[in-house]
């Protein structure tokens, strides 16, 4: 077993979705996964790895599908101080990530992260994800589409839901950025293998979290996206509406909060993480 939960509690695994073939950005995933997506210059996927290693993440496991060797070659060189296993999922064509995630149920042994390969966000909203069963949310806005949820005053999830909402529910738009402890966890395998043996591999694993809430067995407390910016990249328009929020370069700070030059992938391999004698490190203890 390969455990690496950080003593304070704090999440150190990260699992990543990344085995769609990304159609809706064609002709760019054509010839590359949706995670090597530039932005500005930067690929989502070298985004995320200076996030994670900048939060003192231990370990990355990547669920592959389209084009899986190019991820592997990219995370080669590129993982910092982080262990990357992978997963690969052979009906990538034609699941969703509801089978990604089930994929994911035997090599994943440690309170996570689960997150979305079409994601860019500022490193900072992080800090609030790394205890276990926390869900990222936003107020829903404009250009939002997909699951949402209900939140008590006590920022817990009530409800998962899709389309329209009344007029006098707040709803909560969900960023698909989730983590999950051991004991959620096991829950949810278990409910993944149902939904998977009756043959439902092309729903959205929300549909599970959905169903564990409502009976009370998966509680989330919600964590506020809205202090800094963040997107979802389905489309060439979304990529252009990111390009818009996001610099080519995704800065890294050190303990006093104070940006460290890029590129990462020279400071860390030169390094390890201790740049400039000042070691980067996960913020928040659980």
């Known amino acids: 077993m390969n455990n690496t939960y950080d003593k304070n509690g704090a999440v150190t695994t990260a699992l990543l979705l990344a085995a769609g073939t990304g159609s809706r950005l064609h002709p760019l995933t054509r010839k590359m996964p949706k995670c090597l997506t530039l932005v500005n ?29 190019r991820i592997r070659e990219f995370l080669k060189n590129q993982g910092g101080d982080m262990t990357i296993d992978y997963v690969f999922s052979p009906l990538y064509k034609t699941t969703n990530n509801i089978y990604s995630l089930w994929m994911a149920r035997e ?8 997150i979305e390969s079409d994601l860019v966000f500022d490193e900072s909203l992080l800090d609030g994800m790394l205890c276990p069963d926390r869900i990222a949310v936003a107020r829903m806005q404009p250009w939002m589409n997909g699951s ?14 899709n389309g329209d909402r009344p007029l006098n529910e707040i709803r909560y738009k969900t960023v ?76 890294l700070k050190d303990r006093k909060g104070l940006k460290i030059k890029y590129p990462l992938t020279r400071m860390l391999a030169e390094a390890g993480r201790n740049v400039g004698n000042v070691k980067i490190w996960a913020k928040n203890a659980c």
């Open 107 to 114: 090599i994943v042994n440690d309170p996570f992260l689960l």
């Open 176 to 251: 698909n950025i989730y983590s999950l402890s051991l004991s959620s966890w096991h829950g949810i395998r278990e409910r993944l293998d149902r939904h998977i043996s009756d043959g439902r591999v092309n729903s959205y694993y929300e549909a599970v979290f959905a169903e564990m809430v409502a009976d009370g067995s998966l509680s989330l407390q919600t964590v506020s996206f809205d202090s800094k910016p963040w997107y979802e990249i389905d489309t060439i328009a979304d990529l252009a509406k990111a390009e818009k929020l996001f610099s080519a370069v995704p800065p």
């Open 41 to 69: 210059g930067v690929s989502i996927l070298e985004r995320l790895v200076s996030c994670l290693n900048q939060h003192g993440f231990k370990r990355l496991i990547v669920v592959t599908g389209h084009m899986e060797n």
């Open 148 to 161: 949402s949820v209900t939140v008590n005053q006590f920022r817990h999830v009530t409800g998962f839901h």
